[in-house]
């Protein structure tokens, strides 16, 4: 498990301890003209009612841990962590922990005059300028850019936020453009049961041998369904949300200690090493030895 995800836990177990009402605590990570980037921590589990707010600026907020339903005028949608929340300002959403307790997101906010300037920059008309989905699953081109806030998060300075949030703006116009809406409103509530402990499962122990009959067991599913259902929630395959898990958790440990490559590739749950170096530089552009050179300055 990441420091991340680790934080997130000592946070859910202080709050069970003291007996007290799930929060949301946001730290400010960076800021400009037009922007902002927040650590948004938040402790709400089943027991908690789902909360409603209202998007004050344009929202990208990236799952580092944890997992929550989210629910906007543009439809509904399982956050897990590697996926993105979409929110458009001035709508008003709701968040909930019917079957996971607590997620960490780190939450870049822009003003609709500075987004829409992004957007045309980036060659986007301005009628797509606004979220048409409320989710991004966890693909391959957000791998950089949530590894690269991850970092942020656990050292500051090592992140240019300016330039992140510019990357993360451009990324999720250009990726929610090409995707349908999302709507979870039409998965059924067995369905989130289900799968919600097989998102804990794989998120605290990515490097476990978990294959698709393992998870369809602990899941109480055929293979078959498993698959169907599981895709349905996320948004992507459990091969792809576990190889990703697996790629976040090395990166995170690239970025932060001196272990060995070879060591934190068997670690994170990759066999062979050259398959590792493959997977990891298809995902972030780059060799794990380039990329820790780059995350450290």
């Not at 990441?2 to 799930?22: H, M, Q, T, Y």
Request: glycine share 8%.
């Amino acid at each position: 498990m990441g420091k991340i995800a680790a934080d997130l836990e000592r946070a859910l177990a202080r709050r069970e301890a003291e007996g007290v009402k799930g929060a949301v605590t946001p730290r400010v990570l960076a800021s400009g003209a037009g922007w902002s980037v927040d650590d948004v921590l938040c402790t709400s589990g089943p027991h908690d009612k789902p909360f409603e707010e209202r998007h004050g600026q344009v929202c990208v907020a990236m799952v580092t841990a944890g997992a929550f339903e989210y629910r906007s005028p543009a439809g509904a949608g399982l956050m897990t962590p590697g996926a993105v929340m979409l929110g458009n300002a001035g709508t008003c959403f709701e968040c909930g922990h019917r079957h996971h307790a607590g997620d960490r997101c780190v939450a870049f906010r822009y003003t609709p005059g500075y987004f829409e300037q992004i957007a045309a920059d980036a060659g986007i008309r301005s009628r797509e300028a606004s979220f048409a989905a409320v989710r991004i699953p966890p693909l391959r081109p957000l791998a950089p850019l949530i590894a690269a806030a991850c970092a942020g998060v656990m050292s500051a300075s090592s992140v240019a936020w300016d330039e992140l949030a510019l990357a993360v703006a451009g990324q999720a116009l250009r990726l929610s453009a090409g995707m349908p809406a999302t709507d979870a409103r039409g998965v059924p509530e067995t369905a989130l049961a289900r799968i919600a402990p097989i998102l804990r499962l794989i998120d605290s122990a990515p490097d476990d041998a978990l294959n698709v009959e393992r998870l369809a067991q602990h899941a109480g599913l055929s293979p078959y369904h498993f698959l169907r259902t599981f895709e349905r929630v996320t948004g992507v395959t459990p091969h792809q949300y576990l190889l990703r898990a697996r790629l976040r958790a090395a990166a995170q440990r690239l970025a932060q200690e001196h272990t060995k490559i070879v060591d934190i590739a068997l670690d994170c749950g990759f066999n062979d090493v050259s398959n590792f170096n493959h997977a990891f530089r298809a995902e972030f552009g780059a060799s794990p030895r380039a990329y820790r050179v780059r995350m450290r300055g």
